[in-house]
């Protein structure tokens, strides 16, 4: 049988009858008349080719069929207003804000690909986003959550890598290896002049080394010592000397020569980059919608050693 356009509001007015077991009842919730209510009820069960319910002056019950049919019908519109339920939540939710704190390196890798596809999908929602390679308290400082290196995000945090694993290279310009020469095992880089990293906790990086089973740490010498990757590129690419981080930072230099990659069969990989936030039972729906898009955009920051 087609659907008939008004099988649907009788049936929700079948229900409510069965419910209240009154027509009366079922009328007044409603504020419609009994006679109207009585004639949808005929014409449904005519529709139908079925007695839905038995009526006497005092009561009205279901038949068998009847109470068969009410019971798919709750369900069926319990499954309805579940639905309605959460798009109601996801526009109530989505015309609020989200606040992230960022650490510095994320901005390009992850960050700054996403922004225009983010803000065209999710037109309703307002995105803060503070960037601070500090480690910061994202709970008292009234942060949804915070995006840092999944190996420093405490415990007592969800995680939600975005990433895989990251690969660092020690690297400089082809003038400073053509000046200084190039170190052939970690220990060489004793010798010559590094461009260190203090970290958003305070302490001077030591550099990380990996060939096999074989793992080296070396705490390199140098003059300068920088607290963003953006100066540290920079002081490479003006040839001042090796500099260790992420190579999907420093990627297009690779590709165009302007960097080089020094001990390049020592592969060194850290941790994710990864949205961290307090264990709650319901994700707020900007930072839910910020995590997919970006997982979706995929972003290729996996090691290179071919380049």
């Given at each position: 049988?087609?659907?008939?356009?008004?099988?649907?509001?009788?049936?929700s007015?079948?229900?409510?009858?069965?419910?209240?077991?009154?027509?009366?009842?079922?009328?007044?919730?409603?504020?419609?008349?009994?006679?109207?209510?009585s004639?949808?009820?005929?014409?449904?069960?005519?529709?139908?080719?079925?007695?839905?319910?038995?009526r006497?002056?005092?009561?009205?019950?279901?038949?068998?069929?009847?109470?068969?049919?009410?019971?798919?019908?709750?369900?069926?519109?319990?499954?309805?207003?579940?639905?309605?339920?959460?798009?109601?939540?996801?526009?109530?939710?989505?015309?609020?804000g989200?606040?992230?704190?960022?650490?510095?390196?994320?901005?390009p890798?992850?960050?700054?690909?996403?922004?225009?596809?983010?803000?065209?999908?999710?037109?309703?929602?307002?995105?803060?986003?503070?960037?601070?390679?500090?480690?910061?308290?994202?709970?008292?400082?009234?942060?949804?959550?915070?995006?840092?290196?999944?190996?420093?995000?405490?415990?007592?945090?969800?995680?939600?890598?975005?990433?895989?694993?990251?690969?660092?290279?020690?690297?400089?310009?082809?003038?400073?290896?053509?000046?200084?020469?190039?170190?052939?095992?970690?220990?060489?880089?004793?010798?010559?002049?590094?461009?260190?990293?203090?970290?958003?906790?305070?302490?001077?990086y030591?550099?990380?080394?990996?060939?096999?089973?074989?793992?080296?740490?070396?705490?390199?010498?140098?003059?300068?010592?920088?607290?963003s990757?953006?100066?540290?590129?920079?002081?490479?690419?003006?040839?001042?000397?090796?500099?260790?981080?992420?190579?999907?930072?420093?990627?297009?230099?690779?590709?165009?020569?302007?960097?080089?990659?020094?001990?390049?069969?020592?592969?060194?990989?850290?941790?994710?980059?990864?949205?961290?936030?307090?264990?709650r039972?319901?994700?707020?729906?900007?930072?839910?919608a910020?995590?997919?898009?970006?997982?979706?955009?995929?972003?290729?920051?996996?090691?290179?050693?071919?380049?």
């Open positions: 049988m087609e659907p008939h356009r008004s099988h649907y509001a009788d049936l007015l079948f229900l409510l009858i069965v419910q209240f077991r009154s027509f009366r009842r079922a009328a007044d919730h409603l504020d419609i008349t009994v006679s109207a209510m004639h949808r009820m005929k014409a449904l069960e005519t529709r139908l080719g079925v007695r839905l319910l038995n006497t002056s005092r009561s009205v019950a279901p038949t068998a069929a009847g109470e068969a049919l009410a019971q798919k019908v709750a369900a069926g519109l319990e499954l309805i207003d579940a639905g309605l339920d959460d798009i109601r939540a996801q526009v109530n939710s989505s015309a609020g989200v606040r992230i704190n960022v650490m510095r390196d994320a901005v890798l992850l960050l700054a690909p996403v922004m225009s596809r983010f803000t065209e999908r999710f037109p309703l929602v307002e995105i803060e986003v503070a960037v601070d390679d500090h480690f910061v308290d994202v709970t008292a400082e009234g942060f949804d959550a915070g995006l840092r290196y999944s190996g420093t995000i405490p415990e007592d945090m969800v995680a939600a890598p975005l990433t895989g694993p990251l690969g660092w290279v020690a690297v400089a310009s082809p003038a400073y290896f053509a000046r200084a020469g190039r170190p052939e095992t970690p220990e060489d880089l004793l010798d010559h002049q590094c461009i260190r990293l203090r970290t958003g906790r305070g302490q001077i030591h550099w990380e080394f990996d060939r096999g089973d074989d793992h080296r740490v070396i705490d390199v010498p140098g003059r300068l010592i920088a607290g990757s953006e100066l540290s590129i920079a002081a490479a690419l003006d040839g001042i000397g090796i500099v260790y981080c992420l190579e999907a930072l420093i990627r297009p230099h690779l590709v165009s020569g302007r960097l080089q990659v020094c001990l390049p069969e020592w592969l060194s990989m850290g941790p994710p980059l990864a949205m961290y936030y307090p264990s039972r319901q994700l707020p729906f900007g930072l839910g910020l995590i997919e898009t970006i997982r979706d955009i995929d972003p290729t920051l996996s090691w290179k050693p071919n380049r």
